[in-house]
């Protein structure tokens, strides 16, 4: 089993943290659904993240590409960024859902290395608003399977909070 | 086996699967990358993923 694969990604986003390049991330995406249920195929490790500069409207990742690129990283397909052989995805959490789920993102430790995890309930509230195919496939292996912890009334709250318990509904009873 | 006990063990195995550590659960999912990668090859298509840890 290799063990030496997400943790050099982690120890530069804790450093790019450290440096006040990064005000805070989070992993989310395929990565986060596989921590919390089965694997499943995803190429991309995204990361839910602020950026420091962005007060107000403006929105801007450069330093963060910069620092990486004087790191020795390279550009991979469209805006992602090779760490380490991981392709790393940036998702700026700019709309009230994913601002949230980054503020009660979970402490956790992965190889050592101590880092925050967005909740399995934001996660599902996500995907439901999304819904794109590859969303409703996680969906899927999330409901369907009994050892995932899904915590319903804590996620009835923020499905409720963002219109989304219809939704919701709908889904469950395919 | 019938289809019920298939469909039952599926279910306990995925149960399993989601309760396997973590560092686990990343190296099965490195052997589906490269899975998918051989696939793609085997049938002459671009493969457009990466295999993590990889360099490319």
Known sequence: ?174 | MSVDALIREKAAMRKQLAREPFAKKISILIRMQRMARAMAQSSGRPFRGSIWGEQQ
């Open chain 1, 1 to 174: 089993m290799r063990g030496d694969i997400i943790g050099p990604v982690l120890r530069t986003l804790n450093e790019l943290k450290n440096k006040g390049l990064l005000a805070d991330y989070a992993i989310g995406g395929g990565v986060a659904v596989l921590y919390y249920a089965e694997p499943v195929l995803t190429y991309d490790f995204d990361v839910v993240c602020v950026f420091p500069h962005n007060a107000g409207a403006l929105l801007d990742p450069t330093p963060v590409y910069r620092e990486l690129k004087q790191m020795g990283f390279c550009f991979g397909k469209e805006d992602q960024i090779m760490i380490a052989g991981v392709p790393v995805q940036f998702i700026p959490a700019d709309d009230g859902l994913l601002s949230e789920a980054l503020s009660n993102a979970r402490e956790i430790v992965i190889e050592d290395v101590p880092t925050k995890i967005i909740t399995l309930e934001y996660l599902v509230a996500n995907m439901l608003k999304l819904y794109r195919p590859k969303d409703r496939a996680k969906l899927d292996l999330i409901v369907n399977n009994e050892a995932v912890p899904l915590d319903q009334e804590r996620l009835e709250q923020i499905l409720g909070t963002y219109s989304l318990l219809e939704k919701w509904r709908q889904f469950y009873e395919r």
